[in-house]
C-alpha cells in the first residue's frame, strides 16, 4: 500500500468551474500537511500548506482530517493557468520535515 | 527568491558509466537533498545533507552515493549506472527551522536516460 494515495485523475474540467481533489496518508505521525503543485516537466512548487483548522489561500481551500488521515484541496473558478498535477504532502518530523510525495493528481482546465 | 540550479537538464549516459549530477543554491541553506521522480510514482528521497560533509541515506539510497564538500553544493553520483536508474532527479533545499522556514525549494530537474 502506498504510504500516500490520490487519484491520478485526469481532472479534465471547463474553466470557472469547482473542482476537488482528495488524499489519504497511512503514517499516523505525520505532522505537517502540504500541497505542491508541479506543471508538466517542471519542478514541484509549493502552494499551500494545510493547518488542522483549514486555511484558504484565495481561490483555494485545503482541509485536513486526522482522524481520517484525509486531505483535501479544492479549486473554485477554475482557470486554464491552474492546469497542472497536484502532489499531496504530508511531513515527518524530525531532525528535518522528511516529505512524502503524493504520486500527483493531474488537473486539465479547458475553455 | 530561492534559486536551486542543477548542472544538466537532460543526460544521456551508458550502462557501467559513472555519473555525476550537481546542484547549487544560493540561499545558505543547510539542508539539501536528492530526490528520483518516476511515472506512477511520487517523489522519492534518495539521500540527504544536513550540513558540509554530512548526509544522511533516504529510503532508496542503494546505486548511489552523495558528496557535499561546500554549503552551496551538493553531488550526486551514479558509480555505475544503470538502465533502471533511467529516471527524473530532482534536488531540492530547504533551511532549518519550523514550519514554513523549512520549505523544500527544488530545481528544475535532470532527465536521465541510461542506455
Known amino acids: 500500500r502506498k504510504e500516500v494515495e490520490q487519484d491520478p485523475g485526469p481532472f479534465n474540467v471547463p474553466e470557472g468551474a469547482t473542482v476537488a481533489f482528495n488524499c489519504t496518508y497511512s503514517?499516523?505521525?505525520?505532522?505537517?500537511f502540504f500541497w505542491y503543485r508541479q506543471d508538466c516537466r517542471k519542478e514541484p512548487k509549493l502552494l499551500m500548506s494545510?493547518?488542522?483548522s483549514g486555511n484558504e489561500d484565495g481561490r483555494f481551500t485545503a482541509q485536513l482530517n486526522r482522524a481520517s488521515q484525509y486531505i483535501s484541496l479544492l479549486i473554485r473558478d477554475s482557470k486554464l493557468s491552474d492546469s497542472a498535477t497536484y502532489l499531496c504532502?504530508?511531513?515527518?518530523?524530525?531532525?528535518?520535515?522528511?516529505?512524502?510525495f503524493g504520486a500527483g493528481t493531474r488537473l486539465a482546465v479547458h475553455p | 527568491d530561492v534559486k536551486v540550479t542543477q548542472s544538466s537538464r537532460y543526460l544521456v549516459k551508458r550502462t557501467g558509466e559513472k555519473v555525476f549530477l550537481e546542484c547549487v543554491q544560493d540561499?545558505?541553506?543547510?539542508?539539501m537533498f536528492w530526490y528520483r521522480q518516476d511515472p506512477g510514482l511520487g517523489l522519492r528521497l534518495i539521500y540527504f545533507?544536513?550540513?558540509?560533509?554530512?548526509?544522511e541515506k533516504g529510503d532508496i539510497p542503494e546505486g548511489y552515493s552523495v558528496s557535499r564538500e561546500k554549503k552551496e553544493r551538493f553531488s550526486l553520483i551514479l558509480e555505475s549506472a544503470s538502465t533502471n536508474q533511467t529516471s527524473m532527479y530532482l534536488c531540492?533545499?530547504?533551511?532549518?527551522?519550523?514550519?514554513?522556514?523549512?520549505?523544500?525549494?527544488f530545481g528544475p530537474g535532470t532527465r536521465l536516460t541510461v542506455l
Open positions: 494545510v493547518y488542522s
Open positions: 540561499m545558505d541553506h543547510e539542508n
Open positions: 531540492a533545499s530547504s533551511l532549518v527551522g519550523p514550519a514554513p522556514w523549512d520549505t523544500q525549494y
Open positions: 504532502v504530508p511531513a515527518i518530523s524530525g531532525g528535518y520535515n522528511k516529505l512524502i
Open positions: 503514517n499516523s505521525a505525520s505532522q505537517s
Open positions: 545533507s544536513y550540513d558540509v560533509k554530512m548526509k
